[in-house]
């Protein structure tokens, strides 16, 4: 198949298209990470962005369901340098190409994606439209100048579950495992045991990661899960021992439902941790302000500093927004900092067991240098 990406600002990348024969709008980003692209796929924060790879080599290893993020790919569009020809990996269940085709997403190869970097590193990330069928290419130029991009609106009502529920009852999906050997020389998971989900929570999903909700189990939480939608009644009801503010997808400003409830849970002295959107929810309800960054966050590389340790993390990320420090109330700290731009990636409150991070501890794909923050929210509340 042929395929275009075309820009609002008048660029136009020819390629050959994979995955299924479709067209989409969406804002075009870029993301770093090396590996680790099915998660990227079903992530859901990734609602309507066309996401381009800058790792020439994209496909090697196949899809899993293991690997999932969420229960489907939430990309618009995907554009990489290379599809890798063969899938070697004893795990994989499709090719790369198999998943998107399976899921409605169209893909193109062959496009110069050092050259769109850059354009959208100078430019800032741009509204784009990608198409895998026979589009002309004035009317995909059109599309793309067409399509109104994402500020003021809200994506998480589409990416949400619908009804409450709890995570992995029944202790199959949380483990960690590790591959070994077996005696005739195949590859086995081992599975390590889980500790007693003795501490109940509530967590809201905005367009929650799979492994946000492994890592919490890992570390003993019994987690209820409520729509972006519930009240803060409908989250005391379970009464939880803490609150959870999940990633998603979208302009957090155009979620003053969540601020509100969110605003209402701060009142009630619960211990509160928040990761990328529910950050940037809880800083709202602060009383602060976001605004959209020029081309986001999106790898497995980026530097944050904690200011009051003077550690530096290697993080996970993936957000076009962020917390503007100059609006926040005295009683919030700003404890961490992108060593790239200084922009705020940690916040807590100085009198209530609340605090938050912009980047993605649960990582997948990413370093794992920030997984104790699991850890340090467990300990908040059972100080509490």
């Known amino acids: 198949m042929k395929a275009v990406l075309a820009l609002e600002d008048g660029s136009l990348f020819r390629g050959e298209g994979f995955g299924a024969r479709a067209s ?10 090396m590996t680790g692209y099915q998660e990227i796929l079903t992530d859901p924060s990734y609602k309507w962005q066309i996401v381009t790879m800058t790792y020439p080599l994209i496909g090697n290893y196949g899809v899993s369901r293991q690997d999932v993020e969420s229960w489907r790919p939430h990309v618009a569009g995907f ?3 290379e599809l890798s020809p063969v899938v070697s990996n004893w795990r994989a269940e499709a090719s790369l190409a198999e998943y998107l085709e399976q899921n409605g997403i169209p893909g193109i190869q062959g496009v110069d994606t050092r050259a769109l970097t850059k354009k959208l590193r100078v430019r800032g990330a741009l509204n784009g439209f990608i198409s895998t069928e026979d589009i002309a290419d004035e009317e995909a130029l059109r599309r793309a100048k067409a399509w109104p991009g994402l500020i003021g ?5 589409e990416v949400t579950h619908r009804e409450s529920f ?4 029944n202790d199959e999906q949380s483990a960690e495992f590790r591959l070994t050997q077996g005696l005739a020389g195949d590859p086995r998971q081992v599975r390590a045991a889980l500790p007693p989900a003795d501490l109940p929570i509530v967590a809201f999903d905005y367009g929650m990661k799979y492994n946000i909700l492994r890592r919490l189990r890992q570390h003993g939480f019994r987690v209820r899960v409520l729509p972006a939608t519930a009240s803060a009644a409908d989250a005391l009801r379970h009464k ?12 957090p400003a155009a979620l003053g439902y969540a601020v509100s409830t969110v605003r209402e849970l701060v009142q009630t002295g619960l ?21 959209k960054l020029k081309f986001g966050h999106r ?3 980026q530097p944050v500093k904690d200011l009051e340790s003077g550690r530096v993390e290697i993080t996970s990320q993936n957000h076009g927004f962020a917390v503007d420090a100059a609006s926040l109330p005295s009683e919030v700290v700003v404890d961490r ?10 916040m807590r409150h100085r009198s209530k067991p609340i605090f938050c991070v912009q980047y993605h501890p649960e990582a997948s794909p990413g370093p794992h240098d920030s997984t104790p923050l699991f850890a340090r929210f467990r300990e908040l509340i059972c100080k509490a």
């Open 166 to 169: 709890v995570w992995d009852e």
């Open 240 to 251: 939880p021992a803490g609150i959870f503010l999940s990633n998603g997808p979208g302009d």
């Open 337 to 346: 900092i992108n060593l790239n731009d200084q922009t705020v990636e940690g």
């Open 24 to 33: 989409a709008c969406g804002e075009v980003c870029f993301n770093t990470s």
């Open 153 to 157: 609106v809200d994506y998480v009502k």
């Open 299 to 301: 790898g497995g590389n």
């Open 271 to 291: 211990p509160i941790f928040g990761i990328c959107l529910g950050h940037q929810i809880l800083g709202q309800a602060f009383g602060g302000r976001t605004f």
């Open 79 to 81: 554009v990489i340098r």
